[in-house]
């Protein structure tokens, strides 16, 4: 739902969507599946991107890499041929190998022709490495997680430490799934909605901004333990439209992610795999063709900045409200991990001369106290 | 081992190494485990680059997408870091997950620090849709097979319908894996191997053509039943070298693959997923640094068509190689799919007028009757 | 007019266009210039994608880099936006920044709205290194030329030595501009064009072939002083269609350019700038529109290897036609620089053991004596 | 100079270089010519990577093109050999063909052999649109204010409205040319120098924010007037650094130049040719060689953070630094367009509630009254 305020600056630009989520896009859903199981605290989100059999219906589609220490699968296959053709899986990284299996069943369950009479299918699962909260190590997540939290797809999700983002870290403290949206009115006939997707374990917390406040700076000085030395960090964003946007103007679109994780105090970092995907519900592409041509929709790129925007504004909001909405936990070694709100309200405690920052940080992210 | 001929033209054009093997490249090995259960004919080819610590010691690496219809992974990492940190596993579409995870398994077991105090580790997996002769919706591949065939490896291999190779099909013939290699000297004082191995299994049989022998349009006339309506093939590539290239040079390098490609008769067809992989077994890169600096060698682009060169060369003769090693087998459908050799010698005693052209191409392919 | 001969293998696959010319497709239109002065031997090559105002109507197009060893310009704004606003301008290397200002005055001329009330126009201007023939530190081509030779476009045109092609040399015999056309039936109701133009300025003697016809390294043998000792190639393709690709389709087909290069003997050598550009004729984009969203057909690429190898056929049938056409000149160090023709002519006056060798390739070409 | 403070965080993040210019990097040079003519006002800045014979003795570069709605040259070469062989030239979008002509000619003069004996040369031009301010149609920039511009080229330059910088406008207010550096300590052996130089046009003056301040806005509402209907900008930025960082190293710091803009409230806009540079001193490369391989230094990518830090910062300083230096001027219909200061005082003097933002902006700025 991302945050619940309608501020005027960078952060809410744009209005919001009805649930402020990806699945305001008509026909995306979403299901997730949390694990805790002694050291290991992982999950899996899956994105559906419309209620139908994606293989025989794909959306037209593109990846983009921002940076590519990263092990995400299927992206060479939206290049060449601009579609997704089945729902998006993120995990941990060591869960991909049973994710590409779970999500391989799931269609040939629904498509006997797949591999038989037609071609294979390529999934799509996305990673980061939850390494810092869970015993990543133990490869704990089964094919049947990953088809629950597929069959548990629904129109709205919960945000936080759940799902795939159980066990991610996001500038030094805990992160996990957020989401947000944003309706972009083109001219008087057409209005769409555009809404991201994250899932947040990058950065240090020395870099963190919320709207130009430099919260990570005070905060690091107070959990100087939990500095990371080595970012082993990552961030997935996944983008959804139904406006009728082509591959080539999606990848333009999967580009901006950028500017919304540099909102926040991203500077893109060595170890941290940024990928983006992005679709549209529109002008689908049908696998079984009755004709060589079909007739679609297309939008001039004069006013594709109009999205741009939707895409910096979502991603930033739909990372912070990742953190907002992520309880503090305790990692695999013992230590806790703060949440945002937590580690907010122990540095005002702490350090009272940050009574006026804080409390500006918890109204620009909608935080009642 | 190639083919067994040494010929002045296109196909042998370079000086083979001892064993017209990629395992001519000092230090590179090949295992491989070929399963048979059923109506299920597929397996494991894995390519190990150096007999050490891969992960501790990654080879100088870069990866090139001739066309994207295809589900490898690992590529994305490879393009960023310019490294190859695992064995290359190839295997058939459906074996991804699988080979993914067991190869996971593998690096973890040697490397305790992976996941725990340092970074994930890159899996590089690459496949080919064998579902014409195998039943690859049975999605049989165990862990057990990868590291079988991880552990099988050693300095030569067996070439045709085995391995990663055992249910593929090139150019509606029965194809596999195929390998051969090239000498490059430089200068006086600098002499390299180029190692080159292909798992086939693309083309249209009315395309294939031998050193500019058209064979194929005779042979199509033949087995006009086995011609395919849809191209759901695709070429794996990997290109091994102990020159000390680096990762730009040998994505250049791997660009030349499809100049090998095309000489066979390929087209790069739209269903065709073409991957390649190089790296160099020079100039290491270590996981754990005591020193942010080393000292390379480094080679100048002037002279590097001598490679270039090589590559074209070694892929033309590994793809006819794989052919030439491919014995006849029944698919899974029961149906008869010729090897080129069975092929050939059918086509002569059913059209006698082709006598000459079939001796000539077993002739410049180095079969004895 | 490419080659008159009308064969049944790889050179004449598929059906020739009326005129077997890039301008086979309809509106498309090439003008040129040929200059003449002194050791300066060079010229230019317009190509303007259809009669109107490029800038106004554009169209979508793609672009592809073989081998990066070139400097054409305009390559970004395509990759970004999938359109061509000018016409494109072939020339010799030191020519681009002169064929830059006559072409956006060219621009400017016809649309007073630029770099006044709107964006400024991106000129496309490729270009290969004729040094070998010309004088080419002179810098002769002058803004005159270029203009001339956009305002001498027609729908016919020539081929071999003349325009930007006057001083190239392919396979080390002379080069130039050649052309071809192939008819792409998709379906009933849906047959289109596909054009190809090149400027060939690449390859070694050794390595030239035609339909598999070793005849390069015949040829090398007797003009063995002429061989090259570094490649300073290039080539240049345009490729035209009136069927409605968008332009991910047509960087694919851009993409298989290769094959026809390859077929010829080129391996993509170090020091060749070998550079594409698809566009289509179809679907144009309005730069000022009055609607924000047009309806287009779109082409499912199920049946894309149609146009593959339209492109393969056509490029092959371009380059070869391009020597075919070029006649024997001196070159700027008083050097004849055989034309095919001519020099398999003196290949078999020489070696009488190449008569049958030699008549089949003029056979192949549609030579006549 | 960037600019003149010291502060705590984002925009002065590391330590800066003696000069806080680009050319703190040893051997890099700047020359820069004005031009103001009537109704034209542009200019030409030239960068020299080393004080020798470039083409010689190349530098390994990268490119990167954040946004390809641009008309800059040379980047497909630098993309295929990781090296640039001329100096860098800056100028409005319609003075690139001359640019071209001239650095050729330049490059020409220096070295006989080019275009006779060895290959040509590949120069590289970038270009804004500054036809806002200029009137860019009328094409006046000569040859030979280039060569003036690369004659002048010494170990140091004015920021501002200068050189290729004189006609643009940034974020709706004055740009132009600004530049900054950065120390990075790699290690008790190894410290390096990283410089930027920005040529800066682009962004909407709601957007731009200053170090979290978001100063846009509020002077958008005093400069309604001055709000562009549509985006013709454009930020060129080219990266300096004597760490031996070979050219995949650098394209990954190229890359990392779009957190430095979005900084400054950049989100990437459909119309801005966002194009990147990066050369390092270190490493060069012989055009000419005697050997066939060298021995180079070689950075692992471990600590490869402390350079895109050095990148962000450096940026995000470079391009206020150009808007602080740039000074209040009339465009080409006579309007008045703000330098930032000026602006800022201005509003302070409307809107007297402003008074504790602008100060604490000049303070952020280093700017004193």
């Given at each position: 739902?991302?945050?619940?305020?309608?501020?005027?600056?960078?952060?809410?630009?744009?209005?919001?969507?009805?649930?402020?989520?990806?699945?305001?896009?008509?026909?995306?859903?979403?299901?997730?599946?949390?694990?805790?199981?002694?050291?290991f605290?992982?999950?899996?989100?899956?994105?559906?991107?419309?209620?139908?059999?994606?293989?025989?219906?794909?959306?037209?589609?593109?990846?983009?890499?921002?940076?590519?220490?990263?092990?995400?699968?299927?992206?060479?296959?939206?290049d060449?041929?601009?579609?997704?053709?089945?729902?998006?899986?993120?995990?941990?990284?060591?869960?991909?190998?049973?994710?590409?299996n779970?999500?391989?069943?799931?269609?040939?369950?629904?498509?006997?022709?797949?591999?038989?009479?037609?071609?294979?299918?390529?999934?799509?699962?996305?990673?980061?490495?939850?390494?810092?909260?869970?015993?990543?190590?133990?490869?704990?997540?089964t094919?049947?997680?990953?088809?629950?939290?597929?069959?548990?797809?629904k129109?709205?999700l919960?945000?936080?430490?759940?799902?795939?983002?159980?066990?991610?870290?996001?500038?030094?403290?805990?992160?996990?799934?957020?989401?947000?949206?944003?309706?972009?009115?083109?001219?008087?006939?057409?209005?769409?909605?555009?809404?991201?997707?994250?899932?947040?374990?990058?950065?240090?917390?020395?870099?963190?901004?919320?709207?130009?406040?430099?919260i990570?700076?005070s905060?690091?000085?107070?959990?100087?333990?939990?500095?990371?030395?080595?970012?082993?960090?990552?961030?997935?964003?996944?983008?959804?439209?139904?406006?009728?946007?082509?591959?080539?103007?999606?990848?333009?679109?999967?580009?901006?992610?950028?500017?919304?994780?540099?909102?926040t105090?991203?500077?893109?970092?060595?170890?941290?795999?940024?990928?983006?995907?992005?679709?549209?519900?529109?002008?689908l592409?049908?696998h079984f063709?009755?004709?060589?041509?079909?007739?679609?929709?297309?939008?001039?790129?004069?006013?594709?900045?109009?999205?741009?925007?939707?895409?910096?504004?979502?991603?930033?909001?739909?990372?912070?409200?990742?953190?907002?909405?992520?309880?503090?936990?305790?990692?695999?070694?013992?230590?806790?991990?703060?949440?945002?709100?937590?580690?907010?309200?122990?540095?005002?405690?702490?350090?009272?001369?940050?009574?006026?920052?804080?409390?500006?940080?918890?109204?620009?992210?909608?935080?009642?106290?």
């Amino acid at each position: 739902m991302g945050l619940s305020v309608d501020l005027i600056d960078d952060i809410s630009e744009g209005i919001k969507g009805p649930k402020n989520l990806i699945t305001d896009v008509d026909g995306v859903e979403v299901g997730q599946i949390t694990i805790d199981q002694d050291d290991f605290h992982s999950g899996v989100t899956a994105i559906l991107p419309h209620p139908g059999n994606v293989f025989k219906r794909k959306v037209p589609a593109a990846s983009y890499v921002i940076n590519g220490f990263g092990k995400s699968v299927g992206l060479i296959q939206i290049d060449e041929l601009g579609t997704i053709e089945t729902p998006i899986v993120l995990t941990n990284t060591f869960g991909v190998g049973t994710a590409i299996n779970a999500l391989t069943k799931y269609m040939l369950k629904q498509n006997p022709e797949i591999g038989d009479t037609t071609s294979t299918v390529n999934p799509i699962v996305a990673e980061c490495n939850d390494g810092n909260i869970s015993n990543i190590r133990a490869m704990k997540i089964t094919e049947s997680d990953v088809s629950s939290a597929l069959n548990a797809a629904k129109d709205t999700l919960e945000e936080g430490a759940v799902g795939g983002g159980r066990g991610m870290v996001c500038y030094g403290l805990k992160g996990g799934i957020g989401s947000s949206s944003r309706i972009v009115k083109v001219d008087d006939d057409h209005t769409y909605t555009l809404g991201a997707l994250v899932m947040t374990n990058y950065g240090f917390l020395d870099n963190f901004i919320v709207n130009g406040i430099p919260i990570g700076k005070s905060l690091a000085e107070m959990l100087v333990s939990d500095k990371q030395k080595e970012e082993k960090g990552s961030i997935i964003t996944v983008l959804a439209t139904d406006a009728p946007l082509n591959s080539r103007q999606l990848k333009r679109l999967a580009k901006r992610a950028t500017v919304g994780i540099n909102r926040t105090g991203g500077y893109i970092g060595n170890g941290s795999g940024e990928i983006v995907f992005a679709f549209s519900t529109s002008n689908l592409v049908s696998h079984f063709t009755e004709q060589n041509f079909d007739t679609v929709s297309r939008f001039n790129d004069n006013h594709i900045d109009l999205f741009f925007r939707a895409v910096a504004a979502s991603i930033d909001e739909a990372i912070l409200s990742s953190m907002v909405h992520a309880k503090t936990v305790i990692d695999r070694k013992g230590q806790l991990r703060y949440g945002l709100v937590d580690a907010a309200k122990q540095l005002v405690q702490q350090q009272p001369r940050y009574t006026a920052m804080i409390a500006q940080l918890f109204q620009q992210l909608g935080v009642k106290l």
